[in-house]
């Protein structure tokens, strides 16, 4: 049965490196559709962030008519910080929550995957998929992983483009590697503060809504960091 992926992020603002990313690792493990997924409080990030209605409408603007892609805003409506295994509970009660999603995390964070809350259990709870830059990130990934788990058995996967890993108590966790664009959000928050233009990095319609809520952006990006 055709699974079902999940994109975290703080998506401040969602930009086509996003976009590509869920595309291509939809392809890789053939998945019928990704849900992007804002985060309503990052544990990670220290710094002034985009309300999330703000950022989830333009997350909705991105993904209108792209073919797989969605948004979930589940995470609005749980306790904070959003822990990812607060989502992953969460996630099993919804509509299509009967199978385990494929829960997608960049290389870095799954290089800090200890210090994630109750980090041993994600696997039961969905498939982790770890995706990294296209031809990077095999040999990290392989001595991470025997590092969190030791005894797992890795196996080829389907086109060499992905990894399938299974763990001593059975759960599964994939490495994907897919084409990255060379775009952040935080290139696009100062193009966006020196009123350049975001055209060919966000979908317009991510544009137009930066720039009816310019004081929000200002408010929220011009602060200095980490205060
Ligand atoms: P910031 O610059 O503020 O760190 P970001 O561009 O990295 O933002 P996030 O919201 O932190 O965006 O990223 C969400 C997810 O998308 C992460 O897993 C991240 O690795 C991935 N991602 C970010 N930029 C790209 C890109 N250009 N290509 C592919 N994946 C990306
Ligand atoms: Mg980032």
Known sequence: MPGIGILGGTFDPVHNGHIRHALEAADVLGLERVFLMPCA????KARFIMPFGLRAAMLHAAVQGV???DVTEIESGLPVPSYTWHTLQAWRELPYGGEPPYFMMG???FLMLESWFRWQELPRLSRLVVVSREGEGLQAFGAKLAELWPGSRRAAHVGGRSERAVLPDGGELFFVSVPRLDISSTDVRS???AGKPLAGLVHPGVESLLEANRGTA???WGRASGA
């Open 107 to 109: 290389m870095e964070s």
């Open 218 to 220: 200002e408010a929220c």
């Open 41 to 44: 409080v990052p544990p990670h």
């Open 191 to 193: 193009r966006f503060l």
């Open 67 to 69: 073919a797989g892609l």
